[in-house]
């Protein structure tokens, strides 16, 4: 996927493994959003497109502030078009140090409910047709 240099002034590149396991949906003013590719949930991931930046407080307090409305307007969208009993939001870099926030839509169904998703049963991707009907579905109502 390439970079938003244009947006950034330059040096803004998404980490290899957010880009082998998302699609793009859209740009927002300080974050690419991404769709997780794991059809178990509806799973946005957003990316502030500033060059090395691994922790929130590492951005300016501009883009802190950004990147708040950011994460909600992706919340606000998840509950609205799917069924939602909580939307989850975290950032953890444990793996991928480059900053990202997970937000993703839990059912009290879902096989990982109540814990956390990571780790739990193997991701079922989505085909085609469904990534790109949800993909639409979700890019217009994202906006903060």
Do not use: C
Request: glycine share 6%; net charge negative.
């Amino acid at each position: 996927m390439p970079s938003s240099d244009a947006a950034t002034g330059g040096g803004f590149t998404l980490h290899p493994r957010l880009a082998a396991d998302t699609y793009p949906i859209k740009d927002l003013a300080l974050s690419q959003v991404l769709f997780m590719n794991d059809s178990r949930y509806p799973w946005l991931v957003l990316v502030p497109m500033r060059p090395d930046i691994i922790e929130v407080h590492d951005l300016a307090e501009a883009d802190q502030l950004q990147l708040m409305t950011e994460i909600s307007a992706a919340s606000k969208t998840l509950a609205t078009l799917f069924e939602t009993d909580k939307i989850n939001v975290g950032a953890l870099g444990n793996i991928v140090p480059q900053l990202h926030v997970h937000v993703l839509s839990r059912r009290r169904t879902d096989e990982a409910w109540p814990g956390p998703v990571w780790g739990v049963g193997k991701t079922i991707p989505y085909s085609d047709a469904e990534r790109i009907q949800t993909i639409k579905k979700i890019a217009p109502a994202l906006e903060p």
